[in-house]
């Protein structure tokens, strides 16, 4: 298994660069008597900025529920009145809509690596099979793998599809990447909707009613929740879990209630077939999901969140496994900023505060990181020079600051609030103490990301799944589908 | 001089250990200058009297025996290697193009990018820098104006980079590198339509009339002189003082393409005929008449003698590969020596000769090790640039591009794939993105890939 170790020396020197030559350069502009305050000012005010977006997101996340405009128009001005001052305390209920079609046929396009997802692949197809609501016109389940082996895995797979003729077992040949694996299946489609899932993903039974509202209502993909189910493992896993809960119940959501269009994630992902089949996924991409959401706007398809349609997934275990799937989706954010961002200017599909707000989560964040690590630099100057750090008579410096350290316990206790799950009330704790660290950590991954985007690497480092040891591939053990196959045919 | 990588051959790895031997010999020559307070330059008042000047100034320097007083000796005569490097410019350019496929405009493009970004790379790093320590130590910052024709050379552009001076002395070399980049095109026509020997001989009396005309008539003194003359060495500056030179270089090559001329003597021969011409450029040096011809004769011999003892290095492999890879680093090297001798001798050496011996070899490794630094970070600089200027052009333009198909893919298409042979068509994936566009796994039959349709050619086409 790849280490994170062989990313040590671009972390130092990245970090020499962008931490340790701007010291020096700090401390030499403060020995010819500059005091740095406007250079303060302006890394605050990135702070500030971002943290305002943090506050404004977990407002809009608190206080709305859908993204699409209510039909409050019929009511009486005292209801209308009544349910605004519900609504803004978040008291207001789920109101399900009539479905004006009924749910048409779906499917579920599951994606794996055998080799590394083989032990929990039989697991995340009998929760399917067996608890997804089906429509009058039928549910299908397509498992679409790659494997550099024959794997004893496979043959549990053809006596599943025996038992369940609705499950489709698709080895795609010479595939590398989930992308392939989905452009390889979608020819086999037959669904009007089509639900994107991973080999770790479980989804809620009623996932397709809730999305199909949304796909009848003229939207063309729904992304879900994702929630982490194992998070009582470690520290690392349920801080994971509230940063999902922060992110899925919280970020997402927000960016649905803003701007009205938000990002497909990879998977708990609604799909028109039809448009599915026409974006496809790229290959060449690290992050083929956002490519996927990028191609999709840009093309004028709709994306709504919607954060009652939950799935539960794995979250990594270990560090390793941590840092290459943060630094894969660092490099791949960064990837598609710099192929999409000047296109979001131009397109014709964007609005306004669109635009605004994909500049935002686009070259914004390129740059928050590399930003927010200047104030490292400066402090570390200001403090070789004076031998300590003298408190600031800035006002400015200080609200920044309140604001800053307000944000992160903020979005925490909205995120305690909008939780899918009645989580410890010690995991919310742990990350309002260590958010900073925490999002320290990943502008580091994030740094690292961005020299290995600028070298021109981008490998693939499959995050390990299930039990998270150093894979060994061996073909001659016995199938292990028995108990699996005696479990479904007594259902 | 300009970077190449991936263009070097073993066989010309002499080149790269002359570009060596030019850019440390400068670096010393430069040091030994600013340490003295310009204790000798060569002046027109005939050899005696300039070897007594020259040795009157090498024992002022700090003796630690005949080694460094011979280096020092030779350092005072280190401008000489600009000229090899101008020569050996001409040289690597004829060798590297090949004839059929010489585009001017590709050529032009890719020259001057070369020359350019590692330049900006310098100048932009570096002016925060000496801003810094300017700051912290109140000492000389170059006046903003100066600053201004730096960040945007060549867009503030002098025949002699007077504007460049007051950052680094040796920058004055940069507007002739660019000259050379610019007419090299014309220079190429001219030697494939008048022949080697025709253009040898028209640009050798171009040369000696400019020159003559420069110090007769234009009373101007060469670069190196410390001279009081009416036209000071502006005359000298212009590209066509050192014209014959570059084209020598140019001639040499082409010759070399065919395995004939001096690049093909014998190493022996070759010193032995470099050292008789270059007593001739070194005694002329010091007359009037002789800076008409002197730096051609320098060069000449310099540059036969230098190629015999690198050529003769080259046989061992070692050497050859440290050469190569040294080789690679010597424009930035170039471009930096300047910054970083001045500052060492500004606030480490301070006159002391003690100090003065233990830092040259420090200047020598730590230009190299910025010249490293400069050569891993100009790609990256150019590609974030290139970057944001394709994000302006496209949000600017009113018609932005649309990539048009001209032919169509099949699974099984035998394919150049970024212009490599023997790569065949895979797969074939049609994705949307505002309009439909093709991604081929394509494989070369031991690795397989996904390319962009644009990476792709038909074979015989």
């Not at chain 2, 640009?203 to 009339?209: A, E, F, K, R, Y």
């Not at chain 2, 009037?288 to 011809?293: A, E, F, K, L, N």
């Not at chain 2, 212009?419 to 949307?432: D, I, P």
Request: net charge positive; charged share 15%; aromatic share 14%.
């Amino acid at each position: 298994m790849k280490r994170w170790s062989v990313d040590l020396q671009k972390l130092i020197y990245t970090h020499i660069v962008m931490i340790g030559l701007p010291t020096i350069f700090y401390y030499c502009l403060r020995q010819g008597g500059f005091t740095l305050i406007n250079v303060h000012i302006a890394i605050a005010t990135f702070f500030l900025v971002s943290s305002i977006m943090i506050i404004v997101e977990a407002t809009q996340a608190l206080f709305r529920r859908f993204a699409a405009p209510t039909q409050a128009a019929d009511l009486d001005p005292v209801e209308r009145w009544w349910r605004s001052f519900k609504q803004a305390f978040g008291l207001r209920r789920q109101r399900q809509r009539k479905l004006p079609r009924p749910l048409p046929r779906c499917s579920v396009l599951l994606v794996a690596y055998l080799p590394n997802e083989q032990d929990i692949i039989l697991e995340t197809l009998r929760k399917i099979l067996n608890t997804v609501y089906r429509s009058a016109a039928g549910l299908e389940v397509i498992l679409a793998y790659n494997t550099p082996v024959d794997l004893p895995i496979e043959t549990d797979l053809q006596r599943l599809a025996q038992l369940y003729p609705e499950f489709k077992p698709l080895r795609v040949e010479g595939s590398h990447s989930k992308a392939e694996n989905i452009n390889a299946a979608l020819d086999l489609l037959t669904g009007e909707i089509t639900c994107i899932l991973d080999a770790d993903h479980h989804p809620s039974p009623d996932c397709f009613v809730r999305a199909w509202h949304w796909l009848e209502q003229g939207y063309d993909v729904v992304q879900g929740r994702n929630v982490i189910r194992n998070h009582t493992y470690n520290l690392m896993t349920q801080n994971i879990a509230i940063e999902f809960e922060s992110l899925y119940g919280v970020s997402h959501p927000a960016k649905s209630f803003l701007t009205d269009s938000t990002i497909f994630g990879g998977s708990n992902g609604y799909w028109r077939t039809a448009v599915l089949k026409r974006i496809r996924f790229n290959p060449m991409m690290l992050t083929e999901d956002i490519d996927a959401t990028m191609r999709t706007l840009l093309s004028g398809y709709r994306i709504i969140h919607d954060r009652s349609i939950i799935a539960t997934e794995l979250a990594p275990l270990d560090f390793n496994s941590f840092w290459f799937q943060r630094k894969r989706w660092a490099q791949g954010w960064l990837e598609v900023s710099f192929k999409y961002q000047r296109r979001v200017w131009k397109s014709q599909h964007f609005n306004f505060p669109q635009k605004l707000y994909w500049t935002y989560l686009l070259y914004y964040c390129v740059i928050y990181s590399l930003f927010a690590l200047q104030i490292l630099p400066l402090l570390l100057s200001l403090f070789l020079y004076h031998g300590s750090f003298p408190p600031s008579e800035n006002a400015y410096l200080w609200v920044c600051t309140v604001i800053t350290f307000f944000s992160g316990f903020y979005q925490t206790a909205v995120t305690m609030k909008v939780a899918a799950n009645r989580y410890p009330g010690v995991y919310f704790l742990q990350y309002a103490v260590i958010i900073f660290a925490y999002t320290t950590l990943k502008n580091m991954i994030s740094t690292v990301a961005l020299y290995d985007h600028l070298h021109g690497h981008n490998q693939w480092v499959v995050t390990p799944r299930g039990a998270q040891r150093n894979q060994v591939i061996q073909p001659e053990t016995a199938p292990v589908l028995a108990p699996t196959a005696s479990v479904v045919s007594t259902k | 001089m300009m970077n190449q990588r991936g263009e070097r051959s073993p066989h010309l790895a002499w080149i790269d250990g002359m570009l060596v031997c030019s850019v440390v010999m400068l670096l010393l020559y430069h040091v030994q200058l600013r340490f003295t307070g310009y204790a000798y330059t060569p002046q027109p008042t005939g050899l005696a009297n300039n070897l007594q000047q020259v040795m009157v100034a090498t024992y002022r320097l700090p003796d630690l025996g005949w080694l460094t007083q011979g280096l020092g000796f030779i350092s005072w005569f280190g401008f000489q290697w600009i000229d090899v490097l101008v020569l050996v410019g001409g040289f690597s350019l004829v060798v590297k193009l090949e004839p059929q496929r010489f585009l001017p405009r590709r050529f032009l493009g890719r020259s001057l990018g070369q020359v350019l970004w590692p330049f900006w790379t310098v100048v932009w790093l570096a002016y925060p820098i000496l801003w810094a320590i300017a700051i912290a130590t109140k000492t000389y910052f170059p006046p903003a104006w100066y600053l201004f024709a730096g960040l945007t050379f060549p867009v503030v552009y002098t025949y002699n980079s007077d504007l460049l001076l007051s950052t680094s002395a040796n920058w004055w070399l940069l507007s002739l590198l660019l000259s050379f980049v610019v007419i090299f095109p014309f220079l190429w026509r001219l030697l494939h339509r008048w022949g080697r020997r025709n253009l040898l001989v028209v640009s050798v009396l171009v040369t000696v009339g400019y020159r003559a005309l420069a110090v007769y008539v234009l009373q101007g003194h060469p670069t190196y002189v410390l001279w009081d003359s009416p036209a000071s060495s502006q005359p000298f500056a212009l590209f066509l003082a050192k014209l014959s030179i570059f084209v020598v270089g140019m001639v040499a090559g082409s010759a070399y393409g065919h395995r004939r001329g001096p690049a093909c003597w014998p190493p022996l021969g070759a010193i032995a005929l470099g050292l008789g011409i270059y007593s001739l450029g070194f005694v002329s040096q010091f007359y009037y008449w002789g800076w008409i011809g002197s730096d051609l004769l320098l060069s000449a011999g310099l540059a036969l003698g230098c190629m015999g003892v690198m050529r003769g290095l080259a046989q061992v492999e070692w050497l050859a590969v440290g050469m190569m890879t040294l080789g690679h680093y010597a424009y930035p090297y170039f471009l930096l020596y300047g910054l970083v001798t001045d500052r060492i001798l500004q606030f480490i050496v301070q006159g002391e000769p003690a100090q003065y011996i233990m830092a040259l070899p420090v200047m020598v490794v730590g230009t190299l090790i910025l010249a490293m630094v400069t050569d891993y970070v100009a790609p990256l600089l150019r590609r974030v640039v290139m970057g944001l200027l394709q994000d302006l052009d496209y949000v600017l333009s009113a018609t932005p591009k649309l990539q048009q198909r001209v032919w169509k893919l099949h699974v099984g298409d035998q394919v150049f794939y970024r212009g490599e042979e023997g790569w065949t068509v895979l797969k074939v994936e049609k994705l949307w993105d505002e309009q439909e566009f093709i991604l081929c796994q394509v494989s070369d039959g031991q690795r397989s890939l996904w390319a962009k349709e644009e990476e792709l050619k038909p074979r015989g086409k």
